[in-house]
């Protein structure tokens, strides 16, 4: 039976069935907040996402979308974040196993040696820059390196916070300027008439103050704060390291494998997933005193009590049980099992982004926004404003970066707006302020591999804040808004 026979064609949404589901996740996410504080991503979050989706797909209902097309929307939704989530666990299964292997001990250990509280901040920022630029990768950037910055955090006696916002601040900046970025190469091709090295160069003008700005930033907490860093308290630390771990430049290979696999264009599932089983290999001959602590069970010959420590190792995590209690705490992370509430999040988030994508929810709020915006100034605005409030209400990067590139294409170029400009704007927030979201994909990932909530590091984002004002601000002085060749404009005319 053809069900378009049978189903009356659906309505339009108005505005009000639009914001219904809208405000009630506000106030669901408000009331999970306000009840759970930061444990509001443990669980309250997911439930009050849930709801809303199941609000938005009532609503749909009523406008004559059939359940049946609303679940498989839903679903659709779903599937779309299965790269993600596959990566999610990967980088949950590598915090286990370089652990084990020494890798994230040697460069905490590295850290500790040679960098200087005063400058931990913007050296952090600086390098996670660097790295997420031969990288490509924010996710990578913040799950290996970002993992070892924040853990040697409490030891050099700054903020793990601020150091988040320094990890994220760098991996961010670093993702944007390198055409090895997934969303670098997709939104020039969103929006069309450029090429990746056009659309870096145009966004160098908004993202490079910014990072400057927040180095500048990180540079004066660093040396105006009250580190509580000793060379009492270092040598101890370094002590206590070399003390359950065999510290070597060797146990670096992980790392060194993942940056070539990434540079070589391998997926970044099957990249993060092999370094992860390398260093896992690797530890049973590095580090065979922690294996067999990580198997825990002296019965075992030793390649039964290598393989069950690394199953152990990518299934729940590195658990070290050294006499150094303060060891123990700062490497015993990771594992896939690790990941699976942030998992639960981006899938409460996605699902309701899907409804509300699919029942025309977010096209009735976007379409009077670009009639509004007259001005270019106010365009710009109106571009910054839909890819913060996508990556709020859909939870999601990509559909912050897609639907704005789409939706504000031809309103650019009727107006003889140079493309990079509409590409530099997306990027400017779809793009950096998606981090800045608990339940947000990226929120929901960086909180939960460096195991600082999304509240806590927000203050401390400061390229990803600064980056969307820059663009705001060029945007209503004129600067660097570029036109169109005259004959562009008279051949679109």
């Known amino acids: 039976m053809n069900e378009s026979v049978d189903q009356p064609q659906p309505r339009r949404p108005s505005l009000l069935d639009a914001l219904i589901p809208v405000i009630t996740l506000i106030v669901l996410i408000a009331l999970s907040v306000y009840l759970f504080g930061v444990d509001a991503t443990e669980g309250p979050l997911q439930v009050a996402l849930l709801l809303s989706a199941s609000i938005a797909a009532l609503v749909a209902h009523k406008n004559g979308h059939t359940y049946l097309k609303i679940g498989e929307a839903a679903i659709s939704g779903i599937t779309t974040a299965m790269g993600a989530i596959f990566i999610l666990l990967a980088v949950g299964a590598l915090i286990g196993t370089w652990n084990m292997a020494g890798t994230i001990p040697t460069v905490v250990y590295i850290g500790i040696e040679f960098l200087n509280a005063a400058w931990f901040y913007l050296a952090t920022a600086a390098i996670c820059g660097l790295v997420g630029t031969v990288t490509g990768s924010s996710w990578t950037t913040a799950g290996t390196l970002g993992v070892a910055f924040v853990g040697m955090a409490p030891v050099m006696g700054v903020s793990p916070e601020i150091t988040a916002g320094a990890v994220i601040s760098g991996a961010y900046f670093g993702d944007k300027m390198t055409p090895l970025s997934e969303t670098t190469i997709m939104v020039p091709q969103l929006v069309g008439g450029l090429n990746v090295y056009q659309h870096i160069r145009a966004m160098l003008w908004t993202s490079l103050p910014a990072f400057l700005i927040a180095l500048v930033i990180f540079g004066i907490i660093g040396l105006t704060g009250t580190a509580a860093e000793t060379q009492a308290q270092k040598d101890a630390a370094l002590q206590a390291i070399e003390a359950v771990y065999n510290i070597s430049w060797i146990n670096l290979l992980p790392l060194l494998l993942l940056l070539v696999l990434t540079i070589v264009k391998l997926p970044p599932f099957l990249s993060i997933f092999m370094s992860a089983l390398f260093a896992g290999i690797l530890a049973v001959f590095t580090q065979p005193q922690v294996v067999q602590s990580v198997a825990n069970d002296p019965s075992l010959s030793a390649p039964l009590a290598a393989i069950k420590a690394n199953y152990s190792a990518m299934a729940f995590g590195h658990v ?66 839909t890819g913060f409030g996508l990556n709020v209400i859909a939870g999601d990067q990509y559909v912050a970066v897609v639907l704005p590139a789409r939706m504000f294409r031809l309103e650019f170029k009727k107006r003889g707006l140079a493309p990079h400009v509409l590409s530099r704007a997306v990027e400017d927030s779809g793009t950096v302020t998606s981090v800045l979201v608990p339940w947000n994909t990226c929120g929901a990932y960086i909180a939960g591999v460096l195991g600082v909530s999304t509240f806590a590091y927000l203050p401390y984002c400061f390229y990803n804040m600064l980056n969307p004002i820059i663009s705001l601000i060029f945007g209503f002085t004129g600067f660097k808004m570029e036109r169109l060749p005259a004959e562009s404009e008279a051949a679109d005319a």
């Open 320 to 385: 070290s049980t050294s006499a150094y209690p303060a060891v123990d705490e700062l490497f015993s992370r990771g594992g896939m099992q690790s990941m699976l509430t942030t998992v639960w999040l981006i899938l409460g988030a996605l699902s309701f982004a899907a409804i509300m994508e699919y029942a025309g929810f977010l096209d009735r709020f976007i379409t009077p926004i670009v009639g509004k915006a007259k001005s270019t100034g106010r365009l710009i605005l109106a571009v910054v404003g």
